[in-house]
């Protein structure tokens, strides 16, 4: 029978392997191996393990105390391994999950333990599962509350990103008795305040309307015990950070707080630094880095033309099957799709200025297939979570290179393939150097296409940076049951 992953107990792998474990406080180091399943969970006292196969050596990670966790068990740690109860394991069972993604794997037993958590991961990386799942294990070990008060605030930036965190929480909870409001701007407030009056354990929120409603009298966090800032940079970003103090300033003292985020700026590890306690910091890829998983490519046109080579590449390449385009402007948007719309090109825009029903209706055409291009400005970056999205298209070139990353996370996830095109101008050529800065990859230019910008041949190949190339589970254990059925 398999044994579950705690620490100081053992962990089963799927093949002979030898480990070395070399303490931080004695230096000793042990060989264990893994026939006599006796191998040791990697811990923080672990200061370094190294894996010995037959086909040679790989690198296990290192975790030192106030140190990132890096350690890649995706081959040998599944959601079994984790100590949550069978009725979260049947849900995501349900969903297909079997192997929880690195940030889940490291984020998920502290979080267990009551750590506050720091982790940095770029998106499509399960950052969502790394919080919700350990919320809704410690949530369902508690006895039932009749009046249903908030026992967890997640805060997130957008709207978009709010309801794709309220259905993970019913995915995952499916077989959980926990009550869960969602909360933001643009849309009537009278359903969300129903629904915290009825009892919400869990509530979602954008700042801005959590906090209308907190001036109301309609949100009380007494009862808090879990906080959690997702995309905490976005949000800085996005000038909510005045907001998220206001929120913050109501919470109780006593409390487990988990921050998460694609890039971690200065400004964030500030913040962190006020509301975290002796955090667990974790980690699984170089702060700004790109998938692997991703294509990317650059072509360099006129800004007159993008619009024709948008046109060009959807007709001519027959593997593009759905593509989110972003554009820099609300007008922007709009401009592109009503183009694309013009040319027999299903096409939809989705920005702030739209209703949220209207952008609720966008997304789910896109998603089911009826509307082949969304676009999109960068309010949706962060918030569009979409399955088998196979391309990215950067109309503009961003401002700040980081956002680049979150626009190509929206494609080649969990593991697929994903390609992304950026069209670059003239007046693009810093903005390109300092995204190619940031992700050190090498992206290759298209010198084919039928627009080429009249500086394409020498000038725009030389802004290519050279950089590091880039482009049913076996069976459960008995467990106790959940409380909540």
């Known amino acids: ?6 620490r100081g ?41 190294v894996a010995f196969t037959p086909e040679g050596v790989f690198n296990l990670g290192a975790a030192a105390s106030g140190a990132a966790l890096r350690l890649p068990l995706r081959d040998f740690m599944k959601f079994t391994d984790l100590d949550l109860n069978a009725d979260i394991l049947d849900a995501l069972d349900d969903l297909g999950y079997e192997v929880p993604t690195p940030i889940q794997q490291q984020a998920i037993p502290p979080a267990l333990e009551g750590r506050d958590v720091l982790g940095t991961a770029q998106t499509g990386t399960g950052k969502t599962a790394a919080f919700v799942l350990p919320i809704l294990e410690l949530l369902s070990r508690e006895p039932i509350d009749s009046k249903r008060p908030i026992r967890t605030l997640i805060l997130t930036p957008t709207r978009e990103l709010a309801i794709q965190i309220d259905e993970s929480i019913r995915d995952y909870g499916k077989y959980v008795d926990v009550k869960r409001a969602l909360i933001f701007g643009g849309v009537g407030q009278q359903p969300q305040v129903d629904a915290l009056r009825r009892g919400s354990e869990m509530v979602v929120a954008t700042p801005g309307r959590l906090l209308d409603l907190m001036q109301q009298g309609h949100v009380d966090l007494r009862d808090l015990s879990w906080f959690v800032l997702d995309e905490a940079d976005r949000m800085l970003d996005m000038g909510f950070i005045n907001d998220v103090r206001k929120v913050i300033a109501k919470l109780p003292r006593k409390r487990q707080t988990m921050f998460f985020s694609a890039t971690m700026p200065f400004e964030v590890l500030r913040l962190s630094d006020d509301l975290l306690i002796d955090p667990v910091r974790v980690s699984v890829d170089p702060v700004s880095s790109t998938a692997e998983t991703i294509m990317q490519q650059a072509f360099f046109v006129d800004t007159n033309s993008k619009r024709d080579l948008l046109a060009h590449l959807l007709k001519d390449r027959e593997e593009i099957k759905s593509v989110l385009v972003f554009t820099r ?11 694309l719309e013009r040319r027999g090109i299903p096409a939809l825009a989705i920005h702030g200025n739209k209703s949220q029903n209207a952008r609720q209706a966008a997304l789910t055409s896109f998603k089911k297939g009826k509307t082949r291009v969304l676009v999109a400005t960068d309010i949706a970056a962060r918030g569009i979570d979409i399955d088998d999205l196979t391309h990215v298209v950067n109309m503009d070139i961003p401002d700040v290179a980081e956002t680049y990353v979150h626009r190509i996370g929206r494609t080649g996830r969990a593991g697929a393939s994903g390609a992304a095109f950026s069209f670059i101008d003239r007046e693009e050529y810093g903005n390109w150097q300092a995204v190619l800065k940031l992700i050190n990859v090498e992206v290759p230019a298209d010198r084919d296409h039928p627009f080429p910008s009249v500086l394409s041949s020498a000038d725009s190949f030389a802004m290519v940076s050279k950089g590091a190339s880039g482009g049913g589970g076996p069976r459960r254990p008995t467990r106790p049951q959940g409380r909540r059925r």
């Open 9 to 49: 107990s053992a962990v089963c792998f799927p093949k002979r392997v030898y480990l070395i474990i070399q303490n931080i406080d004695n230096e000793q180091v042990t060989y264990q191996d893994s026939n006599t399943r006796e191998m040791k969970y990697l811990c923080a006292a672990v200061a370094r393990a």
């Open 1 to 6: 029978m398999r044994r579950r992953v705690r």
């Open 329 to 339: 402007t609300k007008h922007g948007a709009d401009r592109v799709s009503n183009d």
